[in-house]
Nanobody
Framework: QVQLIESGGGSVQPGGSLRLSCVGS????????MAWFRRAPGKEREPVAAIDWSGETTYYSDSVRGRFTISRDNAKSTQYLQMNDLKPEDTAVYYC?????????????????WGQGTQVTVSS
């Protein structure tokens, strides 16, 4: 059974930092692009960042570019999302996703596997 398990969510004040992790199991992910998406209350799910199989190509949404960093460790089947300078508008459930494709994409329709989500709350 393929699983993606996120961790690292929580509550933080504006300007704070969090690091999300996502561990994959049940199949190799080293040749798969991966990504983070989020869904804020009352809003549609949106892409946050994506990374290709090698970790050399990354994409970010305009709202997080310069503040968030996506990375991966293929030896550990794990991807990360380092989130700095968090803002209240970053509050959402964050989802890890993996695709059978090798190239990074921000299109959620191309992702085959999803985690259960982890809550990130930014509030003073």
């Amino acid at each position: 059974q393929v699983q993606l398990i996120e961790s690292g969510g929580g509550s933080v004040q504006p300007g704070g930092s969090l690091r999300l992790s996502c561990v994959g199991s049940g199949r190799p992910f080293r040749n798969s692009a991966m990504a983070w998406f989020r869904r804020a209350p009352g809003k549609e799910r949106e892409p946050v960042a994506a990374i290709d199989w090698s970790g050399e190509t990354t994409y970010y949404s305009d709202s997080v570019r310069g503040r968030f960093t996506i990375s991966r460790d293929n030896a550990k089947s794990t991807q990360y999302l380092q989130m700095n300078d968090l803002k209240p508008e970053d509050t959402a459930v964050y989802y890890c996703a993996a695709t059978n494709l090798a190239l990074a994409t921000m299109n959620d329709l191309l992702y085959d596997y999803w985690g259960q989500g982890t809550q990130v709350t930014v509030s003073s």
